[in-house]
């Protein structure tokens, strides 16, 4: 089973930008579907982000036009570039496989990276 390791995350004010990491233990050419959800206290786990093998993304309607994902099969990592940050952005911040490519079963969860927004 593939290990996902997140880093990148930090404190930043709005308006600012942070560049989140998800490397896996092997190459992650065989896997279609990646994703990174964001989770605050109290709160499920939400999906910030998605993005194929072919490189097809989707993104939460609160950071269409704000966030970008991306992925480098080369380098086992995919990215995702957060710009124009809120604090409501503000949360831990995983990265995960999609087992069944239906979006539904996630799994190989990272242990996440901190972000924090401050306004």
């Known amino acids: 089973q593939v290990q996902l390791v997140e880093s990148g995350g930090g404190l930043v004010q709005a308006g600012g930008s942070l560049r989140l990491s998800c490397t896996a233990s092997?190459?992650?050419?065989?896997?279609?579907?990646m994703g990174w959800f964001r989770q605050t206290p109290g709160k499920q786990r939400d999906m910030v982000a998605t993005?194929?093998?072919?490189?097809?993304?989707a993104y939460a309607d609160s950071v269409q036009g704000r966030f970008t994902l991306s992925r480098d099969n080369a380098k086992n990592t995919i990215y995702l570039q957060m710009n124009s940050l809120k604090p409501e952005d503000t949360g831990v911040y995983y990265c995960?496989?999609?087992?069944?490519?239906?979006?539904?079963?996630?799994?190989?969860w990272g242990q996440g990276t901190q972000v924090t927004v401050s306004s």
């Open positions: 993005i194929t093998q072919g490189g097809n993304t």
């Open positions: 092997r190459s992650v050419f065989s896997i279609n579907i």
């Open positions: 995960a496989q999609d087992y069944y490519d239906d979006y539904e079963e996630w799994g190989s």
